[in-house]
Nanobody, 127 residues
Framework: QLQASGGGLVQPGGSLRLSCTVS????????IGWFRQAPGKEREGISC????????YYRDSVKGRFAISIDKAKNTVNLQMNTLKPEDTAVYYC??????????????????????WGKGTQVTVSS
């Protein structure tokens, strides 16, 4: 089970922090991260991180503005979103995928999708 929180309404240029807590997942290692889906668009992976080596992936459109981090002790992944833009408006979902050794890296998981998903949280960037 994945529980996301932290969405809301923010003005352009503002910041939000999303958190996702994972429970009931017993993978030895996993890739976890955030996707988003805007109205009329497909879901896209924006940032993922691997639990074992800490390697990260960022979509080009969020590089330099978003930062992903993982707290393995709390089974929580956070996404700090800065300098938000109206085009960041979307429903944000967290997901987790079994690493299966070295198969599902953060990049691969963000590109091809996750095994389990949380409910989305709405992020709206508007003045």
């Amino acid at each position: 089970q994945l529980q996301a929180s932290g969405g809301g309404l923010v003005q352009p240029g503002g910041s939000l922090r999303l958190s996702c807590t994972v429970s009931g997942v017993t993978f030895d290692a996993y890739s976890i991260g955030w996707f988003r889906q805007a109205p009329g668009k497909e879901r896209e992976g924006i940032s993922c991180i691997s639990s074992d080596d800490g390697r990260t992936y960022y979509r080009d459109s969020v590089k330099g503005r978003f930062a992903i981090s993982i707290d393995k002790a709390k089974n929580t992944v956070n996404l700090q979103m800065n300098t938000l833009k109206p085009e960041d408006t979307a429903v944000y979902y967290c997901g987790v995928k079994d690493r299966q050794g070295n198969v599902w890296t953060a990049v691969a998981a963000c590109v091809y999708g996750m095994d389990y998903w949380g409910k989305g949280t709405q992020v709206t960037v508007s003045s």
